[in-house]
């Protein structure tokens, strides 16, 4: 097994219940997720799947909505639940990464300057290695205090920009899996 883990993050239905969710990126960013989780799956790099959690509205468990955003296909090693932006604050994540032997993460999925950031910069003070796969994660236009529209792919190029370099490696799907296969024991 590889020394690496992807985590696939909050990629739940929960999202398209909320009032800023656009299809507008969605196909592609399934594309990408999908490439990185099969070839996750094909190379013995074992898949974390974290769903966010809130005690009431479209994130909550009894929402129905905590399931994985269609049409993605995981069939994760383990299930975390979050209530926080990081993956590893109160989930028992960096319990089963050390358990594991996991050194490296790749880090996928929903919000991209949200929770897969701050996951990231977690990370990375921890101790581990980090691969960002920005073209696997998937964000919304947003409008900041001063009223300038930030579209997606701004929100994407600047968080590649804080990202790179200091917390991670902002690493294509095919980067993020060779670099996964090279830490296969033998």
């Known amino acids: 097994m590889s020394d690496t883990a992807l985590l696939v993050i909050d990629a739940q239905e929960s999202f398209r219940h909320r009032p800023y969710f656009r299809e507008d990126d969605v196909g592609t960013y399934v594309e990408r997720q999908q490439a990185l989780i099969d070839g996750a799956a094909d190379t013995g790099i074992r898949i974390a799947q974290i769903f966010h959690v809130e005690a009431e509205g479209v994130f909550a468990e009894a929402s129905g909505l905590m399931r994985t955003l269609a049409p993605l296909r995981v069939t994760p090693d383990v299930i975390f639940r979050k209530r926080r932006h990081s993956a590893l604050v109160g989930t028992g994540l960096d319990v089963w ?14 919000r991209t ?9 977690h990370a990375s003070d921890l101790g581990y290695t ?8 998937l964000t919304f236009p947003m409008t900041d205090a001063a009223g300038r529209h ?6 994407r190029a600047r968080t590649e920009l804080v990202l790179a370099g200091r917390f991670a490696r902002i690493a294509s799907v095919a980067q993020a899996l060779a670099a996964g296969q090279e830490g296969c024991a033998a």
């Open 97 to 110: 990464l050390t358990a594991h032997g996991i050194r490296r993460l790749i880090v996928s999925g929903i």
């Open 113 to 121: 300057e949200q929770c897969c950031e701050t996951t990231a910069r």
């Open 130 to 137: 980090v691969d960002y796969v920005a073209e696997a994660t």
């Open 150 to 155: 930030w579209d997606a792919a701004e929100i």
